[in-house]
């Protein structure tokens, strides 16, 4: 059973930064594609990023593309959401989540999930 464990959230400033860092706990999890989800109070969880099990794919919401980089470390199971001029908007519980499936920008494509982390955001 694959379990991941978010870290790094927290409070920032609008225009600041904030990096999240993932920690997979299965020896397998390098053959995963691992992903971030945000889901803001009273909102539906929605696709921030993903990157595939080698890490030579990314993909990215447009309200996050630019501002955000998703990255990978197989060697340590982890994977990093580096997050930059972060915005009030931004602010919601983080998730990661793992998938076997080449491709997943979608919440029911991912089969493992962290429990998430809290970012807020103050203009």
């Known amino acids: 059973q694959l379990q991941l464990d978010e870290s790094g959230g927290g409070l920032a400033q609008a225009g600041g930064s904030l990096t999240l860092s993932c920690a997979a706990s299965?020896?397998?999890?390098?053959?995963?594609?691992l992903g971030w989800f945000r889901q803001a109070p009273g909102q539906e969880r929605e696709f921030v990023a993903a990157?595939?099990?080698?890490?030579?794919?990314?993909w990215y919401s447009k309200s996050v593309k630019g501002r955000f980089t998703i990255s990978k470390d197989n060697a340590a199971d982890t994977v990093y959401l580096q997050m930059n001029n972060l915005k009030p908007e931004d602010t919601a519980v983080y998730y990661c989540?793992?998938?076997?499936?080449?491709?997943?920008?979608?919440?029911?494509?991912?089969?493992?999930w962290g429990r998430g982390t809290q970012v807020t955001v103050s203009s």
């Open positions: 989540a793992a998938t076997k499936d080449p491709v997943a920008t979608e919440v029911g494509d991912y089969e493992h």
């Open positions: 990157i595939s099990w080698s890490g030579g794919s990314t």
């Open positions: 299965a020896r397998t999890a390098y053959r995963y594609g």
